[in-house]
């Protein structure tokens, strides 16, 4: 399995008010009005793609939902192709691979299906590597200054998003509603058994295509994982570029009154002290919480859960050792984990992906895809230099490990 991870770091358009609740008599007497309702794409791990424009430039822009974004960015290359003014600053943004100060474009308008999100100050920064890894350009990140503003219903049944004024809102019967810090990014307790119950809290993070993501610190003083218990190396991207990581599960993790089995979780040397341990333990990123639909309340500071269609599926317990980017029109091997199946199966840095199980192209999110069925082995055609081979992968899983 490919780790996800990039930390910049709803319900459908028909609402039957009859099925719903009203949950926080403290809220405001004004009803929440919808204002615009609208689709999304996802890529592995649940990350949400939308389409959105920016001031009276009539050029159609990919930005990610993240709320493990502090603000709202923009990609460098897209800043300069739509000539805007940039300004330096102090402001330094971290990520789980590095640190940098960023520049700043004032006072812009998001343009999204229906609604204009006015007084936007973008920072600056290169998503490149978020191109390489979802063979998409992104041109910006969508976080904390849209979510302030709003109630965001988040609905991966229908892979649709409404947007509501801030206000009384009812929520679906038969959900549960965290009452999470809100700073930048929410904020809430979770519970991790292992060996023993450990209670901690964490970073929600949808623009993590993972679930679990844990400092090597709070894997250590806390989980006391046992002494046999397989750790399997792979690799993440972030911010300054890439990072090691290891994968495992845990027996348990519970958010709310939702438990969880067997959750697979990545373990990172938290250099640049994103996760701030020892407040937090870590995050919990968008492969878990897209198994609910969610609304994101955060002038309440609310956000309810209920689970949804995808509540039951199996984790993505797969494991190759392999990684690969879009790079230059290809998919170019960057990364074989010694002593993986990858490595076992032959393949080497530099490889260019031809085809892959029964199917011939360059669509990186598939081939993703084929190499999240565990025990399955898949030939892979890669070009190594001017020799086409054909290679016979054997995906692991994590779970048996």
């Known amino acids: 399995m490919r780790t996800k ?30 204002l615009t309702s609208f689709s999304f794409r996802q890529f592995s791990g649940g990350v949400i793609l939308l389409k959105a424009t920016l001031n009276n430039i009539p050029d159609t822009l990919n930005f990610i939902l993240d709320t493990g974004c502090g603000g709202i960015s923009l990609d460098s290359a897209t800043c300069e192709r739509l000539h ?50 979802y063979g998409e350009h992104i041109d910006g990140i969508i976080g904390h200054s849209f ?14 998003i409404n947007v509501y004024s801030p206000g009384q809102l009812k929520y679906p019967r038969g959900g549960h509603l965290l009452k999470p810090s809100v700073r930048s990014i929410p904020i809430h307790p979770g519970r991790l058994v292992e060996s023993s119950i450990v209670n901690a809290r964490f970073y929600l993070d949808i623009g993590a ?30 911010v300054g570029g890439k990072t090691r990581m290891r994968m495992t599960t845990v027996k348990e993790f519970k958010l709310g009154p939702y438990r969880l089995k067997n959750v697979p979780a990545f373990i990172f040397d938290d250099n640049y002290n994103v ?20 609304v994101f309340n955060y002038p309440q500071k609310e956000i309810h859960l209920i689970p949804n269609k995808h509540y039951r599926e199996k984790f993505d317990y797969s494991y190759t050792g392999l990684g690969f980017y879009f790079m230059d029109g290809v998919v170019r091997i960057t990364d074989v984990m010694t002593g ?14 031809v ?24 030939k892979v055609i890669v070009r190594r230099q001017q020799e086409l081979l054909e290679l016979k992968l054997k995906i692991a899983s994590v779970l048996k490990g």
Do not use: W
Request: hydrophobic share 40%; net charge neutral.
């Open 340 to 353: 993986s199946p990858a490595d076992k199966a032959g393949f080497k840095e530099g490889d260019i992906i």
């Open 275 to 294: 996760t701030e341990y020892p407040h937090l333990g870590g995050l919990i990123g968008n492969d878990l919480l897209r198994r609910f639909n969610v």
């Open 5 to 34: 991870l990039i930390i910049a770091c709803i319900l459908s358009t028909f609402i039957n008010l009859s099925g719903f609740c009203l949950t926080d008599k403290s809220a405001p007497k004004k009803p929440a009005i919808l």
């Open 147 to 160: 979510f302030s503003r709003y109630i965001v219903m988040v609905n991966y049944d229908s892979n649709r």
């Open 209 to 238: 295509g993972m679930c679990l993501v844990l400092s090597s610190n709070f894997a250590e003083d806390s989980i006391n994982f046992a002494s046999d218990k397989r750790m399997f190396e792979t690799q993440a991207e972030g």
């Open 355 to 378: 085809g892959m199980g029964n199917g011939f192209g360059r669509n990186i999110q598939e081939y993703k895809s084929i190499l999240m069925e565990t025990g399955k082995t898949v």
């Open 84 to 133: 805007l003014i940039t300004t330096p600053s102090n402001v330094t943004i971290r990520g789980i691979a590095g640190a940098r100060k960023v520049n700043f474009s004032y006072n812009n308008t998001l343009v999204l299906p229906g609604l204009k999100v006015d007084s936007l100050n973008l920072h600056i920064n290169d998503y490149e590597l978020l191109a390489n890894v």
